[in-house]
Every structure is written in structure tokens, then in C-alpha cells.
């Protein structure tokens, strides 16, 4: 039988199964051999050891469209990322190296502006002119007022969505939203769990309709570009990619070289000063961890 991994924990995978039920599995010892670990979102083959107890070994992993490693999760079609209008302000530095963590992926990313109602007209207008320049689909919501929930809705029919944010965001208030309609027995997991521990330190999988699920993931506060030349990190701004091949040199990192048609976007503001000085705090990042 086949089915998702939606939780792992101390070596037990719960897996929601072809047949609606939700299986506490091993993994069999040959993915230890093969120094293969099994990831929440994973497809998996199932054996089936005891259908009342409803438990089973996990015996294979099907075949991976892309994974991430932090949040540790497989099959992503696409992430939310959620960060708060006020309280907390956004960190854009922490929201654009997300957003280069999913380029580099190739995962689409959809941002979400939550506690829209704790900002002016103004504020609003501003971020979403940012980001929605830059190419990214930008939902505005309340979870407090319950705005925004239709486009939510929308955007994660028959996709799994990675949903993440920092703490305090509100991420926790809208995901619960998303599940108000959901048909599994969710308390089947804490049942089998015993109780509630490490709950908000593993990615878990919920799913919230017919081939829709949601991965929730612990808040992050911090995240650090690794694996990447600092001459690699202009790729993953898609505002930058319109302006590729007509800056003077070939190569162009957009930074110090004259005749850069990026700068030059930027002084006809067509592109965010915003989006480009951290551009410029990422490549220096960059710079001073090679040295290293």
C-alpha cells in the first residue's frame, strides 16, 4: 500500500495511507544501509504487520520531485510564507533569504502579509508593490478578521504547501483556519503519540482536503545562506533576471561595475531599494564566509 509520511518522530513514521488510515511505522533497516532517511512529505510503500493496531513497516521510498533541508521536508509543489504587517515588524532580510532558499529550489513562493489590520493603507501599498514587483504572488490577510482566507484557500487546492514564518506571526491562527474543514481524525497522531511533546520541533504534514496538504514547520529566526558563491546569489533575484545581458560587462555581479542596467533600474526605481541593499548585505555575507 502506498501512502505520506505526515510525521516523524524518534524513528516512528506516521504515514496517512491510500486507505484514509494513518499507520506508526518503522523504517526498515536497509535505508540505514543505503544511507537513505526517510522525510515528511515522502511518498512511501507500506507493509501492513497489524491492521487493528494499525501499524506497519515503511519499505520504500518513492521517488523525490525536490526536498529542502531546513524545514527537513520532500514533494514540496510550493511554500507560504508568512510574516506579520505589525507586531512583530518584518524582518525583509529574514523573508528575502527564504525566498532565495525557495529560487535555489526552484519552489514556488507565495507571501503572505498577515495582522493587516494592525497597519495604515499606506504600509500595505508599500510591501505589496514590493513584492509583487519583484514577480511573487502577495496575499494580504487577517486571521483576527478572517481576511484573506479565500485566496489562501485557493492557492493550496490539490498542492502540499510548505508554510512557514517566524514565531508571533500568526502562522499558527491561519493554518488552524485552513483545517476547520478537515475529515481525518488528526487525534488519531496524538492518540498513538501518547501526548503532545515535540510537537513545534518537527515538520509535520496536515492534510487538509482531497490531495491538499499543508507542512507546518517550526518558526525560524534565523536563517543562513550556505552552499553559494556570492557571484550565484544575482540568479535568484527574478527582479534582476529582465536586465540580464544588457548591463556593459558580461558577468555583471550589479554592484560596483559602470554601465549595470540593475543600477541603473534602481536609480529609475524600477526596482526596490530595499530588495537590492539586501541584495548587497547577502553578497558581502557571502564574501566574508569564503574568506573564511
Known sequence: ???????GIAGFYYIHAQDG?????????????????PLVGDDVELE??????????????LPRRNSLIRPAV???DQAL?????ENPKPNFMLLDRFLIMM???GIPAVICFNKKDLASEEEIQELYNIYQ??????????????QGLCEIRRILKGKTTVVAGPSGVGK??????????????TGEISRKLKRGRHTTRHSQVIPVAENTYLVDTPGFSSLYLTDMEEQELKDFFPEFRGYEGRCRFQGCRHIHEPGCAVKEALKKQEISRLRYENYLGLYEELKEKRRY
Do not use: H, P, W
Open 1 to 7: 500500500m502506498q501512502g505520506k509520511i505526515i510525521k
Open 21 to 37: 488510515e494513518i499507520y506508526e511505522c518503522r523504517a526498515k533497516g536497509i535505508f540505514r544501509k543505503d544511507n537513505r532517511k
Open 48 to 61: 501492513v504487520l497489524d491492521a487493528e493496531e494499525k501499524e506497519g513497516n515503511l519499505v520504500r521510498i
Open 74 to 76: 520532500a514533494n514540496v
Open 81 to 85: 510564507v508568512i510574516f506579520a504587517m
Open 103 to 105: 529560487e535555489r529550489e
Open 133 to 146: 514587483g519583484c514577480g511573487y504572488q502577495v496575499i494580504l490577510a487577517s486571521a483576527l478578521k478572517e
Open 172 to 185: 499558527s491562527s491561519l493554518t488552524n483556519l485552513m483545517q476547520e474543514e478537515v475529515q481525518m481524525e
